[in-house]
């Protein structure tokens, strides 16, 4: 199985203020469903990312994603919703 990164070099989330998303939070889930779906690592698909996946304090993280479509819904640290984006092509 290979992966492709979600966003390169990495995944990186900012606040309504334009600062990093530290400690923000990006769920998985199948296209068009509230069913999770697994993120990983690395390309080589060989460590799955929790779901949701937590952003560090530069708001970054390692999202590599497997075949099929996705959807992300991102959130602060508190669980408010930022947004959602349906239909991200996986490898």
Do not use: C, H
């Not at 990006?26 to 779906?37: C, E, F, H």
């Amino acid at each position: 199985m290979t992966a492709i990164v979600a966003i390169y070099p990495k995944f990186q989330a900012i606040d309504s203020s334009g600062a990093p998303l530290s400690g923000g939070l990006l769920y998985t889930y199948s296209a068009g469903t509230t069913t999770p779906k697994t993120s990983y690592t690395t390309p080589a698909a060989a460590t799955a990312n929790s779901n949701p996946v937590v952003l560090d304090s530069r708001g970054e993280a390692d999202v590599w994603l497997d075949t099929g479509n996705y959807k992300f819904k991102l959130t602060d640290s508190s669980q408010v919703e930022i947004w959602t984006v349906d239909n991200i092509a996986g490898a």
